[in-house]
């Protein structure tokens, strides 16, 4: 099975602080078609997971551009420029290029 | 507005059975694969099931395989779960989620108890 492995597994930020997850993937995740299934969530507090990013770098329709994805092959990056406080919670990396689909184990965003 | 609403949770005992369901709402659910994720108590996600739109294709987590059952009416737009020899460590929160591999709308998520 892919390992996804988070870094840090926890971040304190002030507000608008900019600070970046890592994720790395213990093989490639570029699949046979051409793309890359590595996606990334935030679990607020109490709440399901929303997708924030999907295909690496794509921003999913309504989440704001100070998310920001990139990387390829097995080291991907999650950047958030100018933290807000609705952006605390855990984020997650998640791999759909091959079954059995995987998470990573999360990074806890929290107030400095 | 897609809607996902997970029901038939609740407290059973070791070794017994239990079938979750996912009604959805706001979208052509016969265009879209299907999953199960759990999280259990203060733990992280972990996939359990998907099923492409047609079901066509089905897989599972080797935690679950051969205990559990994913399945889908779309004429119902109703996703399933049937869960059998249930164990303490299936004990967690399940969601269904759309959009196989990249989970793009989660329900609110339904919690399963196991325990004598």
């Known amino acids: 099975d892919v390992v996804l492995t988070q870094t840090p597994p926890t971040l304190s930020a002030t507000i608008g602080q900019s600070v970046s997850i890592s994720c790395r993937s213990s093989?490639?995740?570029?699949?046979?078609?051409?793309?890359?299934?590595l996606h990334w969530l935030l679990q607020r507090p109490g709440q399901s997971p929303q997708l924030l990013i999907y295909s690496v770098s794509r921003l999913e329709s309504g989440v704001p551009n100070r998310f920001s994805g990139s990387g390829s092959g097995t080291d991907f990056t999650l950047k958030i420029s100018g933290v807000e406080a609705e952006d605390l919670g855990v984020y997650y990396c998640v791999q759909g290029t091959h079954a059995p689909y995987t998470f990573g184990a999360g990074t806890k965003l929290e107030l400095k | 507005e897609v809607q996902l609403v997970e029901s038939g949770g609740g407290l059973v005992q070791p070794g017994r059975s239990l079938k979750l369901s996912c009604l959805a709402s706001?979208?052509?659910?016969?265009?879209?694969?299907m999953n199960w994720i759990r999280q259990a108590p203060g733990k992280g996600l972990e996939w359990v099931a998907s099923?492409?739109?047609?079901?066509?294709?089905?897989y599972y987590a080797d935690t679950v395989k051969g205990r559990f059952t994913i399945s889908r009416d779309n004429a119902k737009n109703t996703l399933y779960l049937q869960m059998t020899s249930l164990r303490s460590e299936d004990t967690a929160l399940y969601y269904c989620?759309?959009?196989?591999?990249?989970?793009?709308?989660w329900g609110q998520g339904v919690m399963v108890t196991v325990s004598s």
């Open positions: 099923i492409s739109s047609s079901s066509s294709y089905i």
């Open positions: 989620a759309r959009r196989t591999g990249c989970f793009d709308y």
């Open positions: 093989q490639s995740l570029l699949h046979s078609n051409g793309n890359t299934y």
């Open positions: 706001g979208f052509t659910f016969s265009n879209y694969g």
